[in-house]
C-alpha cells in the first residue's frame, strides 16, 4: 500500500525559512514523478513544485520560482520541499503527490497523496 507522509510544516514569520518533508512507502518510487501541491483556504489546489524521481529534474510554479526548490534522496524515499524567503500568500496545506512518469501540473493526474501539512505564514 503506496502511503505518502507529509511533515516539516509550521508558523513562521514573513521572510522565513521552512523545510517540509514527503516521506514515501509502499512501491518502488524511481519511475514516479512526485509533486508538491498547496491549497489556500477558499482556494483551488495548485501546483507549487515537482521531481522526477529518476533524473531528479524539476519544476516550479512561477509564483514560487527562485524561492523554493524540492530535492529527494532516494534512499529514504524522501521528498523535500525547501522554501525561503516565505510570504504571507505562501500560506496553505502543503500536499506531495505521486504519479507514474514525469512532472505533471495537472491535480487529475496524480495517484498517491499525503494527508497534507499546515504552513503559516504571518505579516
Known amino acids: 500500500q503506496v502511503q505518502l507522509v507529509e511533515s516539516g510544516g509550521g508558523l513562521v514569520q514573513a521572510g522565513d525559512s521552512l523545510r517540509v518533508s514527503c516521506a514515501a512507502s509502499?512501491?518502488?518510487?524511481?519511475?514516479?514523478?512526485m509533486g508538491w501541491f498547496r491549497q489556500a483556504p477558499g482556494e483551488e489546489r495548485e501546483f507549487v513544485a515537482g521531481?522526477?524521481?529518476?533524473?531528479?529534474?524539476?519544476y516550479y510554479a512561477s509564483s514560487v520560482k527562485g524561492r523554493f526548490t524540492t530535492s529527494r534522496d532516494n534512499a529514504k524515499n524522501t521528498v523535500y520541499l525547501q522554501m525561503n524567503n516565505l510570504k504571507p500568500e505562501d500560506t496553505a496545506v502543503y500536499y506531495c503527490?505521486?504519479?507514474?512518469?514525469?512532472?505533471?501540473?495537472?491535480?487529475?493526474?496524480?495517484?498517491?497523496w499525503g494527508q497534507g501539512t499546515q504552513v503559516t505564514v504571518s505579516s
Open positions: 503527490a505521486s504519479r507514474k512518469g514525469s512532472i505533471s501540473v495537472n491535480i487529475e493526474d496524480y495517484e498517491y
Open positions: 509502499g512501491r518502488t518510487f524511481s519511475s514516479d514523478a
Open positions: 521531481i522526477s524521481w529518476s533524473y531528479g529534474s524539476t
